[in-house]
């Protein structure tokens, strides 16, 4: 037998279509990880609670997540997904935020003194009433609209990097 006489054999042609798709699956299963959600992945919800103070929590994702009046003082949240998520009262105080990702996220009430949230994107998100006092927003995206209510309120240096939240913000004075 030749190979044309194989391929139009219905078997070599089924098992060569099972065969190609069976390749493709495997090398696109490699990327489905970047896109399989956090519970899919392995990170549970149990592994937080409303104290999270001091936590290390890099590169956690928070989706649609309500954390409202939560305690993540001092903790680790760098890389940290916070998208379309409830913050409202949170204690934010001393976290290192940088390189945050927090897309319409309501920071409205909450307390992000001293808050390190160096190059953190924060577009479409809200912070009414938010004690920014000391936090670094050092490079961080946020409306324009946020970043000047921002500065209105703007005061304090950040105990860890040194900058002054007004210059973080890049306030007019």
Request: negative net charge; proline residues 2%.
């Amino acid at each position: 037998m030749t190979f044309s006489t194989l391929s139009r054999n219905p078997i070599f042609s089924f098992l060569g279509c099972f065969f190609s798709f069976f390749i493709v699956l495997l090398i696109f299963s490699q990327h489905l990880n970047a896109i399989t959600p956090p519970e899919i992945r392995g990170q549970s919800e149990e592994q937080i609670s409303e104290n999270m103070h001091g936590a290390d929590l890099i590169g956690y994702e928070f989706v649609k997540a309500d954390l409202r009046g939560f305690d993540f003082s001092e903790a680790d949240l760098r890389g940290a997904v916070f998208n379309n998520s409830q913050l409202q009262g949170a204690n934010l105080q001393g976290a290192q935020m940088e390189e945050v990702v927090a897309f319409a996220t309501i920071f409205e009430g909450a307390d992000l003194r001293d808050a390190n949230l160096t190059n953190a994107l924060l577009m479409e998100s809200t912070f009414l009433e938010t004690d920014i006092s000391g936090a670094d927003f050092t490079n961080a995206v946020l409306n324009k609209s946020e970043q000047n209510s921002l500065c209105l309120r703007a005061e304090g240096i950040n105990s860890l990097t040194g900058v002054s939240t007004s210059e973080s913000l890049v306030c007019r004075n």
